[in-house]
């Protein structure tokens, strides 16, 4: 696929690792093949996610990973591991897509880019989820030059809910049923947004 448009050569040309107060975010490599089988191998974990392969076994690590790297080249996304910078410790991934430019597409806007994350579930609570986001953010309206962000949150997850709401994200669309892509019946869920120009109007998030 040929790489066109100043988008595509920012993301794909983009510099990591980005950097957070504890947090290091630098893309998925080969090494982390362990860490992502452990995280959405973990029921907690892939309960609310509608995309992963199910079950979760470490050749769905590997492909993630191989994937990873494919749309990073493509510009079409990045999937970033999260390490605290303290202890080198894998606590999650955060990612970013852009659907317009993912091999096969559902929509043309090239503007638009879908946020996702997960943490390890005995590092829940502590804001890494929030923190890392927050960064991605950042990156999406200040590097990229996206106009919005979106993110499809289950309504039970209470969670993450929380993260998308502290980001400033509001419902754009209440009440989608999320289809499991591999599998199981339609989830009750709302679509997420964070328009670029309230992002910047709304100024520095708020410390945690
Ligand atoms: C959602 C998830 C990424 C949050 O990670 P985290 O690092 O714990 O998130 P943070 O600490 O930044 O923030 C979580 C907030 O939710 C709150 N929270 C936790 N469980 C909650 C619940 N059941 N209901 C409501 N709020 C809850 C926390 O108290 C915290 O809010 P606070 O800072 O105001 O106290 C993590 O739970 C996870 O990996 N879940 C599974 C994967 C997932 O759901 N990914 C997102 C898919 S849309």
């Known amino acids: 696929v040929a790489c066109t448009g100043t988008r595509c050569t920012v993301i794909a040309e983009a510099t990591f690792p980005l950097t957070t107060r504890r947090l ?5 490599a080969v090494g982390d093949e362990r860490a992502l089988y452990a995280l959405y191998s973990d029921r907690d974990v892939a309960r609310w996610l509608s995309r992963l392969p199910a079950p979760y076994t470490r050749s769905s690590a590997r492909r993630f ?3 990873a790297a494919d749309d990073l080249a493509r510009g079409a996304g990045c999937v970033l591991a999260m390490l605290e910078r303290e202890t080198d ?3 999650g991934v955060v990612s970013l897509r852009i659907p317009a430019l993912e091999l096969d597409p559902w929509t043309a806007d090239a503007g638009l880019g879908i946020l996702g994350y997960s943490v390890v579930p005995r590092r829940w609570g502590s804001g890494f989820a929030s923190e890392g986001a927050a960064r ?3 990156f999406a309206f200040d590097d990229l030059g996206l106009a919005r962000l979106r ?4 309504r039970a997850n209470g969670a993450s809910r929380r993260v998308v709401e ?3 994200f509001a419902i754009a669309e209440a009440g989608v049923r999320e289809v499991p892509r591999h599998g199981g019946p339609p989830r009750l869920g709302d679509v997420y947004v964070l328009e670029r120009h309230a992002w910047l109007r709304r100024g520095v998030l ?3």
């Open 24 to 28: 290091l975010l630098r893309p998925v």
């Open 65 to 67: 990973v191989a994937d």
């Open 89 to 91: 410790a894998f606590v």
């Open 136 to 138: 991605v953010i950042a």
């Open 151 to 154: 993110a499809t949150v289950l």
């Open 166 to 168: 502290r980001l400033g």
């Open 206 to 208: 708020p410390a945690r």
